[in-house]
């Protein structure tokens, strides 16, 4: 299964490192990873998605709290919580195809980043679903580059707390 987990650590050099190395050395895969500093500029965020049952994740959990900079770990995979993914697209578009694209671009309230002679670069914020949706619209047009950034989330509801 796969589970969401906010992970609040100092905001300190290093910490990425150490906190992608403990994954690493105990052979467990990050599907996606987001790192952004929070309200307070001593702390950042980190939105780590992987795999694994329910006893993998309380071990990841138990791992990441022996971590100095590790102030708190959320699984928030059963709770409410808003997700985005940003994703861009480099599509191939001779200039008779690029209304084509600018209709899929409305329809998922994307938009054009970039123009070149015979591409574009489509930007497109959203779940995972509609990303693998724009995506697979625009497949027909042929897809040159996809670069995506890991998943952010935030539980719905009151702030939660740092205790």
């Given at each position: 299964?796969?589970?969401v987990?906010?992970?609040?650590?100092?905001?300190?050099?290093?910490?990425?490192?150490?906190?992608?190395g403990?994954?690493?050395?105990?052979?467990?895969?990050?599907?996606?990873?987001a790192?952004?500093?929070?309200?307070?500029?001593?702390?950042?965020?980190?939105?780590?998605?992987?795999?694994?049952?329910?006893?993998?994740?309380?071990?990841?959990?138990?791992?990441?709290?022996?971590?100095i900079?590790?102030?708190?770990?959320?699984?928030?995979?059963?709770e409410?919580?808003?997700?985005?993914?940003?994703?861009?697209?480099?599509?191939?578009?001779?200039?008779?195809?690029?209304?084509?694209?600018?209709?899929?671009?409305?329809?998922?309230?994307?938009?054009?980043?970039?123009?070149?002679?015979?591409s574009?670069?489509?930007?497109?914020?959203g779940?995972?679903?509609?990303i693998?949706?724009?995506?697979?619209s625009?497949?027909?047009f042929?897809?040159?580059?996809?670069?995506r950034?890991?998943?952010i989330?935030?539980?719905?509801?009151?702030?939660?707390k740092?205790?």
């Amino acid at each position: 299964m796969r589970h969401v987990l906010s992970v609040m650590v100092e905001n300190r050099a290093g910490v990425l490192a150490r906190v992608a190395g403990m994954f690493s050395r105990r052979g467990y895969n990050i599907e996606s990873l987001a790192v952004g500093t929070t309200e307070n500029p001593k702390i950042s965020r980190m939105t780590i998605v992987v795999e694994g049952d329910d006893h993998v994740i309380e071990q990841v959990t138990k791992q990441l709290h022996k971590l100095i900079e590790v102030i708190k770990v959320s699984d928030i995979t059963d709770e409410e919580y808003v997700d985005r993914e940003l994703v861009l697209i480099k599509v191939h578009a001779e200039p008779v195809q690029r209304s084509e694209v600018m209709q899929i671009v409305d329809i998922f309230r994307a938009r054009i980043v970039d123009i070149g002679y015979k591409s574009l670069i489509i930007e497109a914020t959203g779940d995972q679903g509609k990303i693998a949706a724009i995506e697979a619209s625009l497949k027909p047009f042929g897809i040159r580059e996809v670069v995506r950034c890991g998943k952010i989330a935030m539980v719905r509801g009151s702030k939660a707390k740092l205790d």
